[in-house]
């Protein structure tokens, strides 16, 4: 049911290299697509030419989904690598955040960086 999914729109700020950066997301994106959540759509990370920055797009299959994506990902040191080298600066969260997203973006500490739009009211998707 796509008025279920979540999508995801994240932006970092450096904290190394734009090469660190570049080997951290390639190593974990590698280890998402193999063995992370099934519920993960699409995962992609970009690198803006102009400023010291980064994105990432996700695309995750529901609020579950993205959820126990976090929960599997956080422990490992492709994340921490991640961590070192890129701080998350925004969320900007398209679909309905449940109690349990909200849970665990309270403990995080993302409050803050977190900016959601809401569910889905109109359109249609392909």
């Given amino acids: 049911m796509r008025e279920a999914e979540i999508t995801v729109f994240n932006r970092y700020r450096f904290l190394a290299p734009r090469e660190?950066?570049?080997?951290?997301?390639?190593a974990?994106?590698?280890?998402?697509?193999?063995?992370?959540?099934?519920?993960?759509?699409d995962y992609r990370f970009y690198l803006s030419a102009a400023k010291a920055e980064g994105r990432a797009v996700v695309r995750y299959r529901d609020a579950d989904?993205?959820?126990?994506?976090?929960?599997?990902?956080m422990a490992w040191p492709e994340m921490a690598a991640f961590r070192a080298v890129a701080a998350l600066e925004q969320v900007d969260l398209h679909g309905a955040i449940t109690l349990a997203m909200r849970d665990w973006i309270d403990r995080m500490g993302l409050t803050d960086k977190v900016?959601?739009?809401?569910?889905?009211?109109?359109?249609?998707?392909?």
Avoid: D, N, Y
């Avoid at 660190?20 to 390639?26: H, P, S």
């Avoid at 974990?28 to 759509?41: C, D, I, K, N, T």
């Fill in 20 to 26: 660190k950066f570049l080997a951290a997301v390639a």
């Fill in 28 to 41: 974990l994106a590698q280890r998402v697509e193999g063995e992370g959540h099934p519920g993960v759509l």
């Fill in 65 to 73: 989904a993205w959820v126990g994506h976090h929960e599997i990902i």
């Fill in 115 to 126: 900016m959601s739009t809401g569910a889905s009211v109109a359109g249609f998707g392909r």
